[in-house]
């Protein structure tokens, strides 16, 4: 039973453009939702979170964007810089366990 | 503040035999939490420890099993190992029991031969 779900294995974007990584969820239980970035050999590391009481967050370059109702949510980095290639996980927490997607990875492109 | 280190790195290993891996948390953090990443399973839950007890655990076979000490390190073993544990394995700090955010080490890369 996969809670937390990123159906894009992977994504291309031009350096410059816009990317818009996507994850759906199943538990209206979860209280935040996190997305994590991980570049080969290493432990990801956070990046952005929100809370299940808002629907926008913003940090620099990184969105995330909340639909509660759809029970999605999706981080947008606008530009998009090569060192943004990586790997992104979107997690969602509820009181006892945060739950990890399969990731996202993300190629830019020059 | 130093961050999460696990220990060791890599290990290879042969089927049947058991392994035991290390992390120390971040310094205040009671919570730590056990993931396997493998290609295409994204980050699978294993445990998690919190004062010494293990609050929760994940879908895995009784041969994956863990422990916390007093001074909040934790350690994963895996008994009688079989191809499939080949992973990477993630060990991840939090203040609190599902803190908002975990913190991760780098992750022991482990190859069951």
């Known amino acids: 039973d996969q809670q937390v779900k990123q159906n894009s294995p992977s994504l291309s974007v031009q350096e410059g453009r816009i990317s818009i990584l996507n994850c759906d969820y199943t538990?209206?239980?979860?209280?935040?939702f996190l997305w994590y970035k991980k570049y080969p050999a290493e432990g990801p590391t956070f990046l952005i979170s929100?809370?299940?009481?808002?629907d926008k967050n913003e940090d620099g370059r990184f969105t995330v964007f909340l639909n509660k109702s759809a029970k999605h949510l999706s981080l947008h980095i606008v530009p998009s810089q090569p060192g943004d290639s990586a790997v992104y996980f979107c997690?969602?927490?509820?009181?006892?366990?945060?739950?990890f997607g399969k990731g996202t990875r993300l190629h830019i492109l020059p | 503040k130093a961050g999460v280190t696990q220990t060791p790195r890599y290990l290879i290993k042969t089927r049947g035999q058991q392994v035991t891996l290390s992390c120390s948390p971040i310094?205040?953090?009671?919570?730590v939490s056990w993931y396997q990443q493998t290609p295409g399973q994204g980050l699978q839950f294993l445990f998690e420890?919190?004062?010494?007890?293990?609050?929760n655990k994940g879908n895995f076979p009784g041969r994956f099993s863990g422990r916390q000490f007093s001074n909040s390190r934790s350690e994963m073993n895996v008994s009688t190992l079989e191809l499939g544990d080949s992973a990477l394995y993630l060990c991840?700090?939090?203040?609190?029991?599902?803190?908002?955010?975990?913190?991760f080490g780098q992750g022991t890369r482990l190859t069951v031969v």
């Open positions: 991840a700090s939090s203040s609190s029991t599902g803190g908002t955010e975990a913190f």
């Open positions: 538990n209206s239980m979860f209280d935040y």
């Open positions: 929100i809370s299940s009481i808002k």
């Open positions: 997690a969602a927490k509820r009181w006892d366990k945060i739950i």
């Open positions: 310094s205040g953090h009671r919570s």
């Open positions: 420890y919190f004062s010494e007890t293990q609050r």
